[in-house]
């Protein structure tokens, strides 16, 4: 049984918010706008954690406040409370089972990939509910909004910190539509890729370059590069006999299969890292995230099969 805390002790808890706030800008003002509290609010908060105390935590300085001494030995306190509550509620977010498993990962993948895999996950495990969330260009795993991820990882990560799952590769490959293919003659190799317009990825744009030179071509090429924000834009140009894309993951298997895409030179291009899944280290067990990267693993498992 945990002691009891004597909160009387403690100035009123409301009132630490505001205290908080404006000692992280180190303005009333600036606080009073964050909280959407009006100035006087704000400087009431202050005073009532001042009187409780018997102290003063902002001392005037020409038309600015700043900390006094003993503000600036409260602040950290305060801070590591909020910050402890803010962990515990998002602990408790992560293990509600009523709550949606929260799945980042990116635009492409979600299209080309995961989406086309969710509707099965959820008719065989109807008690999940399932929230995808993507994201264009921030390729770190968020822990704090979503539970688990499939996201690409140049380098494995820290295993005390995340549990990782790798899955596929990150290897290059070019891609393009079998018109512009034919385009190329019989059998073109890397140097003729590059008399085409080459579709790059702004985030990106290096790949086209880390390729060539991994075929051993010098990489000039004599068309200007056809620039968009996401590889699912680009595959969507390379469908549409726009240029030649550059794809790193699992993402036109079905294209390729289809005859929609071909590949117009076989070599690829295998860098470091790979794709794959990664949750908190601490909440691998969660019924809720493991449930869903076991059955993405092994749904992966028997395509390879």
């Excluded at 404006?22 to 006087?40: F, G, M, N, V």
């Excluded at 317009?197 to 051993?216: D, K, R």
Aim: hydrophobic fraction near 45%; proline fraction near 6%; aromatic fraction near 8%.
């Amino acid at each position: 049984m945990h002691p009891k805390i004597d909160l009387r002790q403690l100035p009123p808890l409301k009132a630490l918010k505001g205290f908080e706030a404006a000692t992280r800008h180190q303005s009333i003002r600036d606080a009073a706008d964050e909280l959407c509290l009006t100035h006087p609010a704000v400087s009431h908060q202050v005073q009532l954690i001042e009187d409780a105390l018997g102290v003063s935590l902002f001392a005037q300085e020409g038309r600015h406040i700043v900390s006094t001494e003993e503000g600036r030995v409260l602040y950290p306190y305060v801070r590591a409370a909020f910050e402890s509550l803010l962990e515990g509620v998002e602990e408790v977010h992560r293990n509600a089972l009523g709550k949606p498993l929260r799945v980042q990962t990116y635009v492409t993948a979600s299209i080309r990939w995961l989406a086309k895999r969710v509707p099965q996950f959820l008719a065989d495990h109807p008690e999940i509910k399932l929230t995808l969330n993507t994201c264009a260009v921030e390729w770190e795993f968020d822990d704090v909004h979503a539970d688990v991820g499939l996201v690409y990882c140049a380098s494995e990560p820290d295993s005390a910190k995340y549990h990782w799952v790798p899955l596929y590769e990150y290897a290059l490959f070019p891609v393009c539509s079998p018109t512009v293919a034919a385009t190329l003659g019989v059998h073109p190799t890397a140097h003729d890729l590059m008399t085409k317009p080459l579709v790059a990825i702004y985030t990106e744009v290096q790949n086209w370059e880390t390729w060539f030179v991994s075929a051993g071509v010098n990489f000039e090429p004599s068309v200007p590069y056809l620039m968009v924000d996401t590889l699912a834009v680009a595959l969507e140009m390379a469908l549409n006999g726009e240029g030649i894309a550059l794809v790193n993951g699992p993402f036109v298997e079905q294209d390729i299969v289809a005859g929609r895409l071909v590949q117009p030179v076989s070599h690829k291009a295998v860098c470091p890292g790979a794709w794959g899944l990664i949750c908190r280290a601490d909440m691998k067990e969660n019924l809720r995230i493991r449930t869903f990267m076991d059955w993405v693993t092994k749904n992966v498992e028997e395509g390879r099969s």
